[in-house]
């Protein structure tokens, strides 16, 4: 597998598809990335493919508890306040270095 790979992002369609292999989540205002797990240490990657590690520390640690190999495609939020903080993420992606927890 090659290195940043795009995440899977979700459109709008009239009706859900059905039958096996399918699954779903739902759509909350955050930041899509893939975190990847590699022999020495964890990735994050913006649905662009800019590294965004620095970013997400308080994901990227835990990470490292995951097998080496391990992929993750999902929605990075930040919950305040009872609700999903758009703007708390939003402030954290454009920080120029380590951005700090909410």
């Known amino acids: 597998m090659e290195f940043p790979i795009l995440p899977a992002l979700a459109r709008a369609v009239p009706t859900l598809p059905t039958g096996p292999g399918w699954n779903f989540e739902i759509k909350v205002d955050g930041h899509r990335m893939i975190v990847r797990r590699t022999g020495d240490g964890v990735i994050c990657y913006s649905r662009t493919g800019r590294t965004v590690t620095s970013h997400w ?7 490292m508890a995951l097998p080496p190999g391990t992929v993750l495609d999902g929605e990075a939020a930040i919950w305040n306040a009872g609700t999903v903080d758009f703007g708390a993420v939003q402030a954290r992606v454009r920080a120029e270095g380590p951005a700090q927890a909410v």
Request: hydrophobic share 70%; glycine share 0%; proline share 14%.
């Open 57 to 63: 520390m308080d994901l990227a640690v835990p990470a």
